[in-house]
């Protein structure tokens, strides 16, 4: 059994480059995230065609998450329980469209976009970490409820848990960029206290190994990337992978997301 999470950055966009990388990869399970889409406009035709069930959690052209499987697609279930709102000051808060879950061939996936902080001193960078922590309340919770749960994290965390998850860590601290700073890592790794472990890192160690790179300032070419996709497992789901990979060429070509898809491969 192969599943897979990759942000697509714009479903729409990509439909044509989604549907070829389905099929070359043979995936079963697919977690995605930046759809960009509300559920009317969600491309359901191009996962039916191709024997995949889909449920989508979209409600404006930003964020926007989905679970495509062929193996079933139950109890699914938007946005986690307390799962923080968003507000500028002033404002009311929002529930924006970042989590999405549903039981697939007896796992249950999580399709996760994170909040980006944006900046050191954002408003959204304690929206992020509140998010990362009541996620993680509630993956203790569910671990300890049953440890046999078989449950998969995976999405665009929009975090570089080691140095080596970045091209030049002395630029991001110099410029006191997100993604690396002590309270984003430190919401990541709590999950390891919870349970959950990073799968993919042991079959693709770095440093260099990344799963996201910036259009701007050619930044794929010149290999300055980022790891920030990730999927997080359960023990009992840890114990049965037998393989991952980052499929890096799919960042290649006309038209490619500025992600690269993250594949896990479990024994039956």
Same mark, same amino acid.
């Given at each position: 059994?192969?599943?897979?999470?990759?942000?697509?950055?714009?479903?729409?966009?990509?439909?044509?480059?989604?549907?070829?990388?389905?099929?070359?990869?043979?995936?079963?399970?697919?977690?995605?995230?930046?759809?960009?889409?509300?559920?009317?406009?969600?491309?359901?035709?191009?996962?039916?065609?191709?024997?995949?069930?889909?449920?989508?959690? =979209?409600?404006?052209?930003? @964020?926007?998450?989905?679970?495509? %499987?062929?193996?079933?697609?139950?109890?699914?279930?938007?946005?986690?329980?307390?799962?923080?709102?968003?507000?500028?000051?002033?404002?009311?808060?929002?529930?924006?469209?970042?989590?999405?879950?549903?039981?697939?061939?007896?796992?249950?996936?999580? %399709?996760?976009?994170?909040?980006?902080?944006?900046?050191?001193?954002?408003?959204?960078?304690?929206?992020?970490?509140?998010?990362?922590? $009541?996620?993680?309340?509630?993956?203790?919770?569910?671990?300890?409820?049953?440890? @046999?749960?078989?449950?998969?994290?995976? =999405?665009?965390?929009?975090?570089?848990?080691?140095?080596?998850?970045?091209?030049?860590?002395?630029?991001?601290?110099? @410029?006191?960029?997100?993604?690396?700073?002590?309270?984003?890592?430190?919401?990541?790794?709590?999950?390891?206290?919870?349970?959950?472990?990073? $799968?993919?890192?042991?079959?693709?160690?770095?440093?260099?190994?990344?799963?996201?790179?910036?259009?701007?300032?050619?930044?794929?070419?010149?290999?300055?990337?980022?790891?920030?996709?990730?999927?997080?497992? %359960?023990?009992?789901?840890?114990?049965? $992978?037998?393989?991952?990979?980052?499929?890096?060429?799919?960042?290649?070509?006309?038209?490619? %997301?500025?992600?690269?898809?993250?594949?896990?491969?479990?024994?039956?």
């Amino acid at each position: 059994m192969k599943i897979a999470t990759w942000n697509v950055n714009s479903l729409r966009a990509r439909a044509d480059r989604v549907e070829a990388w389905l099929e070359r990869s043979d995936c079963d399970v697919l977690a995605i995230q930046e759809t960009k889409c509300k559920d009317e406009n969600f491309p359901w035709e191009l996962f039916e065609r191709m024997g995949y069930e889909v449920a989508h959690f =979209g409600v404006n052209q930003w @964020n926007g998450v989905a679970i495509a %499987s062929r193996v079933g697609l139950d109890d699914v279930e938007r946005t986690f329980v307390d799962q923080p709102a968003f507000g500028k000051a002033g404002k009311d808060p929002a529930q924006e469209a970042r989590a999405i879950a549903a039981t697939c061939g007896g796992i249950r996936v999580w %399709s996760l976009y994170v909040p980006n902080g944006r900046s050191l001193d954002d408003e959204h960078m304690p929206y992020k970490i509140k998010w990362l922590e $009541v996620l993680r309340g509630q993956a203790s919770e569910w671990v300890q409820a049953d440890p @046999n749960a078989q449950i998969a994290l995976m =999405g665009d965390w929009n975090i570089a848990p080691f140095d080596d998850d970045v091209w030049d860590i002395q630029l991001f601290r110099d @410029n006191n960029y997100t993604h690396v700073s002590e309270p984003e890592r430190a919401a990541f790794h709590a999950f390891e206290t919870a349970g959950f472990t990073d $799968v993919v890192r042991p079959y693709t160690p770095g440093p260099g190994v990344y799963t996201y790179w910036d259009y701007t300032q050619l930044r794929f070419p010149k290999k300055e990337g980022m790891r920030i996709d990730f999927c997080l497992a %359960s023990p009992a789901l840890a114990s049965r $992978v037998t393989g991952a990979s980052i499929d890096r060429e799919e960042r290649k070509g006309k038209g490619a %997301s500025d992600h690269a898809p993250v594949i896990v491969e479990l024994a039956d």
